[in-house]
Structure formats: structure tokens, C-alpha cells
């Protein structure tokens, strides 16, 4: 069975100091369960301190929150995919909605980050997911498979390596939720898509991700579909995300 994912995005918060103190006392809690991994997606300037303190943990990975395709040059601001591997990333979380709408970050940029994090042999985490009016017009399954056509030309076994975040824009950061059983619809299309290419449906692992707290984590990670969370707010307080962490399954 593939391991569920826990994945925290800690966005603009937690510099290395900060990364430091969370992970003294996240650790202190944590126990390895073998059926999930946990991810922390810091702040470019903490992911070396994050890497550093969890290497002895094998079922906990770091990666970075955005990367650029270019290897190196005069790319003021930017983060390449080889720099962020060599701070100790494994994985490159990938057109979340704040770079789509905040920073304008197209399909296509998204379609060459991911290949340029799958040439480094690092885990694109891609983030999918329509914004309130597109859901209200009914277009979410649209909107969800034009963003997947930036994987478009990638073979079968490039495309087992990704790993989708489904996350309505409509639910980051505002306590709203999608049902569990909305959720699962589009993960059921996410899957078919990948089937479609030829991915075997066990191997494809979609995430939900949309304010995920302590109270609706069992809800959500009970449904079939839904292979782990990508979570926000609640990453950043470690006794809450230890609580989702180590959720119960039935
Ligand atoms: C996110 O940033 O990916 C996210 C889902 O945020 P939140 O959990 O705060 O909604």
C-alpha cells in the first residue's frame, strides 16, 4: 500500500530559528507510523535546518515550496532546483494556488518546473484546484484537467513520480472545507486522469488540501480517494499538526 502523506506547507512563516523551535518540539511528540510519511515544505532559508534535523527520520521529507526550471544565472530572487536539493529537498511542492494567483504563474510554468525538479529525481507535489466561481459554474472538473495538461508529453513512469495536491482555492486559508465526498469526486477524476496514461490507479497519490484542522482530518482522510492532506495553518502550531499527524484510521 502506498503511505498516506502528511504534507505541511509553512508558506512565509518560520525562518530557520523558528523551523528549530517547531521541530524541538513537534519531534518530541512524534512517533513513526508505518502506514504514512510527513512532509514540511519551510521557507527556502529553512530548509536546510529542516532537512538537517529530521535526516535520521526516514518516513519525514523536505521540500521546497517553489523552484525555478533554470539550473543557474541571472535569475534575481530565484531558487534553483540543484540549490534546493543540495539544502537538502526531496521534493518541490508546484503551482500552489498563491503562486497561481498571487505571483500569475502559468500551466505552462508549472508543466516546466515540474520537469525540471523530475530531471533532479526530486517529488513534484503539483497543486490543482478551481476558485469559487468556477465551482459555482460547474467548471471544477475543467479546471482541475487544464492545469494537469501542463504534465501533457511526460510518460508513464515521469508521471507515477508526481504527486497531486488538490486544493480548492476557495478553501486555503478561509476555514471552509470541501465535503469529503466532493473532495473524493475530484480525486476520482484526478485518478482517472492518470489512468488514462496509463498510471496504475494504486500508484497515483492525490492529496486533498484546503483548511485541514485536528476536528475534519478523520472525515477527510477516511474517504478512499484521498491519499493525504496538504495542510496550511494548522502546520504551523505543533501540537495540531502532531494531532493530524497521527490521526486515527478506522
Ligand atoms: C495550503 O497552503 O496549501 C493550505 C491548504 O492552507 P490552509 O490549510 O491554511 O487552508
Known amino acids: 500500500m502506498r503511505p498516506l502523506i502528511f504534507a505541511a506547507n509553512w508558506k512565509m512563516h518560520l525562518g530557520p530559528e523558528g523551523a528549530r523551535r517547531f521541530l524541538h518540539s513537534f519531534l518530541e511528540r512524534h512517533e513513526a507510523l508505518p502506514d504514512r510519511e510527513t512532509w514540511f515544505f519551510p521557507s527556502a532559508v529553512a530548509l536546510e535546518t529542516v532537512a538537517r534535523l529530521t535526516g535520521d527520520r526516514p518516513a519525514i ?26 539544502a537538502g529537498a ?7 494556488s498563491e503562486r ?3 505571483f500569475g504563474e502559468t500551466d505552462q510554468e508549472t508543466g516546466r518546473k515540474v520537469r525540471a525538479l523530475l530531471e533532479s529525481d526530486l517529488t513534484p507535489m503539483l497543486c490543482v484546484g478551481e476558485k469559487i466561481e468556477q465551482r459555482e459554474a460547474g467548471e471544477t472538473l475543467g479546471v482541475v484537467q487544464r492545469q494537469l495538461s501542463a504534465l501533457d508529453g511526460l510518460g508513464r513512469d515521469a508521471l507515477a513520480q508526481i504527486v497531486i495536491a488538490y486544493e480548492p482555492v476557495w478553501a486555503i486559508g478561509t476555514g471552509k472545507t470541501a465535503t469529503p465526498e466532493d473532495a473524493a469526486e475530484v480525486h476520482a477524476a484526478i485518478r ?15 492529496l486533498y488540501g484546503g483548511s485541514v484542522k485536528p476536528d475534519n482530518i478523520h472525515a477527510l482522510i477516511s474517504q478512499p480517494e484521498i491519499d493525504g492532506v496538504l495542510v496550511g495553518g494548522a502546520s504551523l502550531d505543533p501540537a495540531s499538526w502532531s494531532e493530524i499527524v497521527r490521526v486515527t484510521l478506522d
Open 192 to 206: 482517472d486522469w492518470f489512468t488514462e496514461r496509463g498510471v496504475s490507479p494504486e500508484t497515483t497519490r492525490v
Open 90 to 96: 526531496q521534493a518541490g511542492l508546484v503551482g500552489h
Open 61 to 86: 521529507r523536505t521540500g521546497a515550496q517553489n523552484v525555478y526550471w533554470e539550473p543557474k544565472g541571472a535569475f534575481t530572487g530565484e531558487l534553483s532546483v540543484g540549490m534546493a536539493r543540495e
Open 100 to 102: 497561481r494567483h498571487v
